[in-house]
């Protein structure tokens, strides 16, 4: 740690690992390992697996530098989600119950997909007819899929 995290490392019976939290910035491509194994620098089972000694000091003092100025590792661009596609059958019985309508109606994408995946996913026509009349009494009561876990 130095302003945040700066490395990292595990021990394991026959090998080590180590790397940078912001990697991306600070590890040249030819020491760059980490398809190997965690870390940048593969496994490690000698110290003559990391690079020479003054390469290692220069991205020490580089991650300590990227935090100390509060930089950060650009994320990722992820693909957005395709939209929820309410099945038929729940269709028609969220159809016949205006509560539980409403309520499925005002959940986040997120929540719903909760539900249709939970309801599409069962093996078994008796399992998803007993899905979806759960599904429907939670609904009118206002719940989320996972309303169990959540924070009250």
């Known amino acids: ?77 992820t693909a957005p989600r395709k939209a929820v596609v309410t099945p038929a059958d729940l269709k028609a019985a969220l159809a016949k119950n205006a509560r539980a309508r409403r309520v499925y109606e005002a959940f986040s994408p997120s929540r719903k997909r909760d539900y249709v995946e939970w309801i599409t996913e069962a093996k078994t026509g008796a399992t998803r007819q007993r899905r979806l009349g759960t599904a429907v009494e939670w609904m009118t009561e206002g719940k989320s899929r996972n309303w169990k876990y959540e924070k009250r």
């Open 1 to 77: 740690m130095y302003h945040g995290i700066l490395c990292g490392m595990a021990a394991f019976k026959r090998h080590c690992i180590f790397g940078f939290w912001k990697h991306a910035l600070i590890v040249d491509e030819k020491d760059d390992r980490n398809s190997e194994a965690m870390g940048q620098f593969g496994q490690i089972t000698r110290v003559a697996d990391l690079p020479a000694r003054r390469v290692i000091v220069g991205y020490v003092r580089t991650a300590m530098k990227l935090n100390e100025d509060g930089i950060q590792v650009p994320r990722r661009k």
